[in-house]
Structures are given as structure tokens and as C-alpha cells.
């Protein structure tokens, strides 16, 4: 799938990369891991919900935290039942996001830039892995400027099943040329602590807007305060791995 252009110098690190054998490779989640954009959903989806006369609390919305967009609205269909008009709903929450995006852009969460230079210096292989769409993750890595740093960017269109499936995180693997059990996935939602976890890789979790619930709890190898813990993680990790 063709990104946008990329600068030279982001070009020649990539390819760096993926010509350096390597042992381990990391797996990022996008949405709420590296982009604040649940934050940006948690107003945004209840708001377009009440512009066609539903209302739905915070605790509806916190429980599809880490499902894609046609896990959410089946889930509103079957709360609000065939009365609901998803096809307006969703032309609002289009609406929505364009207003904050041209308004306010998408906030990236701190520390993102500082571990995709950890990578970038490691010369660690790694891949986005997002339950978003291809249309999706594309625009929202390219208004936050992050798209020169990413090579691998795997998504819903790209496998048969989204998170909690563990498809995902397998593609990315594969593309990467890396056994699912040596790479690292950093995830902030249980939905995709599940997801890597099916996959067999090591997970670090960074909640985002809840705290993990039991089986993250259990399924994460570290929970993180924040994505600045995430490189003397990964480092610990290897280290302790190859010794």
C-alpha cells in the first residue's frame, strides 16, 4: 500500500533497517498508544449519537475502547436497535472529526517521538498495528507528521479479523520477518493486550483512558505509567533475552 512520500533521510533509516538482521522487532498499536485520538472519540462518538436523539454514557463507550469503527456502530445497533440511523450518525461523526482535525489536529501522545527515535537508533525493526483502516491510519499519521517515520503499517484491511484476533499482530510480524514470539507489542487497550497476547508476543501495556482490567493484568508482561518507560523496557527485554 503506497504511503505518502517520505524525506531521504527517513527513507535511508528504514531501509537501514530492514536490512539489519535482527532477533526482536516491536509492534505498535496506534490509536491511543502513540495518538490521543481516543480521547478525541470519547467526545466525539456520544456527541454525534445525541445529534440524531440517542444518548449513550461514557461507560458504553469505555467498554468498545480498542474495537474498530464496524465493532462500534453493530455495538450501537444493538444497544439502540434498527430505530438507530447509523448512516447519519456516522456522516456526523465524519463531520466531527474533519472539524477537529482542521481545528486542532490529532494530538500525539508524549513520549512517541523519543521511542521511535529509540528504534530508529537501535535499529530495531518495527511496524504500526491498528484495528483502523487503511484510509484511516494513513490520514491520521499524515497530519501528525509521523508518516517519513513509518515503513510497516499494518491494518483492519489487511487481515480477515481485527483485535482482539490476534491476525493483526501476525501480519505485522510476518512482513517484518520476525517470529511473533520475539517481538515486543505496545498496546493501551485490553483489547489489544489480548490481541498480542493470542499472538505469542511480549506485551507491554500503556492504559490509555482506563485502567486494565484482570487479564491484562496477568497477559501483559509490564503495565507502563507511560510511553517514556517503553525504551529501557524494550532494552531490558532483549538484553534479558539474548543473555
Not at 6 to 32: F, K, M, W, Y
Not at 59 to 70: C, D, I, P, R
Request: some cysteine.
Amino acid at each position: 500500500r503506497p504511503m505518502p512520500p517520505r524525506a531521504s533521510a527517513a527513507a535511508n533509516r528504514a531501509e537501514a533497517v530492514t536490512q539489519r538482521p535482527s532477533s526482536h522487532a516491536v509492534i505498535l498499536d496506534l490509536d491511543g498508544t502513540l495518538l490521543d485520538t481516543e480521547a478525541v472519540d470519547r467526545r466525539i462518538s456520544p456527541a454525534s449519537a445525541a445529534r440524531v436523539g440517542f444518548q449513550f454514557d461514557d461507560e458504553f463507550y469505555l467498554s468498545l475502547v480498542g474495537h474498530n469503527n464496524a465493532d462500534f456502530e453493530a455495538a450501537l445497533q444493538r444497544r439502540f436497535g434498527p430505530e438507530f440511523p447509523l448512516d447519519v450518525y456516522k456522516q456526523h461523526r465524519i463531520e466531527m472529526w474533519q472539524q477537529q482535525i482542521s481545528e486542532r489536529g490529532i494530538p500525539i501522545i508524549p513520549g512517541t517521538h523519543e521511542l521511535l527515535d529509540f528504534l530508529e537508533t537501535e535499529q530495531l525493526p518495527f511496524a504500526i498495528a491498528t484495528s483502523s483502516y487503511d484510509y484511516q491510519a494513513e490520514l491520521k499519521l499524515r497530519v501528525t507528521g509521523l508518516a517519513p517515520r513509518i515503513q510497516h503499517v499494518i491494518t483492519a484491511n489487511d487481515v480477515a479479523a481485527p483485535k482482539p484476533a490476534p491476525d493483526i499482530h501476525l501480519e505485522a510480524a510476518r512482513r517484518l520477518g520476525v517470529a511473533a514470539e520475539r517481538c515486543i507489542a505496545v498496546e493501551d487497550s485490553d483489547v489489544g493486550v489480548r490481541a498480542a497476547a493470542a499472538a505469542g508476543m511480549v506485551v507491554l501495556m500503556v492504559p490509555n483512558l482506563k485502567p486494565p482490567a484482570a487479564d491484562s493484568l496477568s497477559a501483559a508482561h509490564r503495565i507502563l505509567r507511560t510511553l517514556h518507560e517503553v525504551p529501557a523496557t524494550v532494552r531490558m527485554i532483549i538484553r534479558g533475552r539474548n543473555a
